[in-house]
């Protein structure tokens, strides 16, 4: 259920932005984006006050033993132990869930009227529901940015594609290996209604005069407010 009070939307997308919300909660929300113009100016907020965030902590990949060490050393501790430990454990990590809620509460309250951006578009795979990109635009800007695990072929990638209506598509530029494209000016104004493309196309010439087959991915932007 998605809520209609105001600070609890803005608590639930914060979750969703963050990851915290389990499998059922997060399809829940994407689903929810398209019809729903507060959730979605709710999650773009989020998105934009905290995606920057992960660009500063370097991708890790934990080492290949460290679960055969963590379950040997659980195996070898005592019953009486591995239950004080494990209540810790499930202790530290709803204080931590608790404190990351307050945060975003306190965050909420003292800065209730930043500006949001006035678009937003959510861009599929066609024929499916999951969320694999989402557009925030405002004024002649747009931000773009995956929300899913989405790989282009070697030597080839997502390029973006606006298309105003009744126009040919115009070429915005190709995604970051990242998942990620910033464009300060669009040429074409950003607008309601404005269809958004990804199409897979060979890295070498980008941008291209016109896409080289169907879209990919497909959004709409709609007004944020």
């Not at 979605?40 to 080492?63: G, I, K, N, S, Y």
């Not at 006035?118 to 635009?137: D, E, I, R």
């Amino acid at each position: 259920m998605i809520p209609a009070d105001r600070d609890e939307l803005n608590m639930v997308a914060g979750e969703y932005v963050l990851g915290l919300l389990d499998d059922t909660a997060a399809r829940e929300i994407e689903e929810a984006l398209a019809d729903n113009a507060a959730l979605r100016q709710a999650v773009a907020f989020w998105q934009e006050q905290l995606h920057p965030l992960a660009a500063l902590a370097p991708a890790a990949e934990p080492p290949p033993e460290l679960w055969d060490r963590i379950a040997r050393r659980i195996e070898n501790e005592p019953r009486q132990g591995r239950l004080w430990r494990s209540l810790a454990l499930w202790r530290g990590a709803t204080a931590a869930a608790a404190a990351i809620a307050a945060s975003l509460a306190l965050y909420i309250a003292a800065t209730p009227r930043l500006a949001a951006p006035s678009y937003v578009a959510v861009l599929y795979a066609p024929q499916q529901q999951q969320a694999a990109f989402v557009a925030t635009g405002g004024r002649n800007g747009l931000l773009v940015h995956a929300v899913a695990r989405e790989t282009a072929p070697r030597d080839r990638g997502f390029e973006l594609w606006a298309i105003p209506a009744g126009a040919k598509p115009i070429s915005l530029g190709l995604m970051s290996d990242e998942g990620r494209l910033e464009i300060a000016s669009l040429p074409t104004p950003v607008s309601e209604g404005l269809t958004l493309a990804i199409t897979i196309e060979p890295k070498e010439g980008a941008p291209h005069a016109g896409p080289s087959g169907p879209p990919v991915f497909l959004g709409t932007l709609l007004a944020a407010r």
